[in-house]
């Protein structure tokens, strides 16, 4: 089976920087997506990694460890709009398939 | 790029009768498309998985029967909620896999009620 563990909130100030950790077991991992979903709405795409090690892209970086089953998105200079759930998605399967966890809650305050 | 469009964005249905929600894919094509439901505060499930020209492959605990999936083309998949009951009122996804990549991209979603 899957499973997928993330902390399920966390609270950020503007202008900081904020680490949303993600640890999976799953079998035939073949990579691992991050999503934005604001309450109400359908996910957005923000990363997706394949290989161990950091990918940067903007103000959002991912970062993965195989080996480990351990990914992280890291934001940085948090904006108000960045209020958001943050899923952790690994694909798996022959027909790419995604599985979802529940998210964490991403709450950034003034 | 690669947006992804779905319509009725929502819709409210008498139970016993049928919905249907389409989603396409308007600026590439899909191979595969897949469909999800979320209920409130809970994570995406995946229902079913369509490539197009082929059946759909259906995520255990889902009736194919009562959600009858069709994928015609490369930019239009069909979803028919059959009989609905007010349980099965939630949030329907869609999202698509642009041809030789592995993201998926979202359509912004059905909110189904049934009274």
């Known amino acids: 089976g899957q499973n997928i563990d993330q902390p399920t909130e966390m609270t950020a100030t503007e202008g900081a920087i904020v680490q949303i950790n993600c640890t999976y077991q799953t079998s035939g991992f073949n990579g691992l997506f991050w999503y934005q979903q604001h309450a109400g709405e359908a996910p957005t795409f923000l990363s997706y990694?394949?290989?161990?090690g950091l990918e940067e892209k903007g103000r959002f970086s991912s970062f993965l460890s195989r080996s480990k089953g351990y990914s992280y998105l890291l934001l940085k200079e948090l904006q108000m709009k960045d209020s958001a759930s943050y899923l952790c998605?690994?694909?798996?399967?022959?027909?790419?398939?995604?599985?979802f966890g529940t998210g964490t809650k991403l709450q950034v305050i003034p | 790029g690669a947006v992804v469009s779905q319509h009725p964005s929502r819709v409210i249905c008498k139970s016993g009768t049928s919905v249907k929600i389409e989603c396409r894919s308007l600026?590439?094509?899909?191979?595969?498309m897949f469909w999800y439901r979320q209920f409130p505060k809970q994570s995406l499930m995946l229902m079913a998985t369509?490539?197009?020209?082929?059946?759909?492959?259906?995520e255990q605990g889902v009736e194919k029967d009562k959600f009858l999936i069709n994928h015609a083309s490369l930019t239009l998949s069909t979803l028919t909620v059959t009989s609905a009951h007010p349980e099965d009122s939630s949030f329907y996804i869609c999202s698509a896999r642009p041809s030789g990549h592995y993201e998926q991209y979202f359509g912004p979603g059905t909110r189904l009620t049934v009274t």
């Open positions: 600026d590439f094509q899909a191979t595969t």
């Open positions: 369509s490539n197009e020209g082929s059946k759909a492959t259906y």
């Open positions: 998605a690994p694909r798996t399967g022959g027909y790419q398939k995604v599985t």
């Open positions: 990694n394949v290989l161990d």
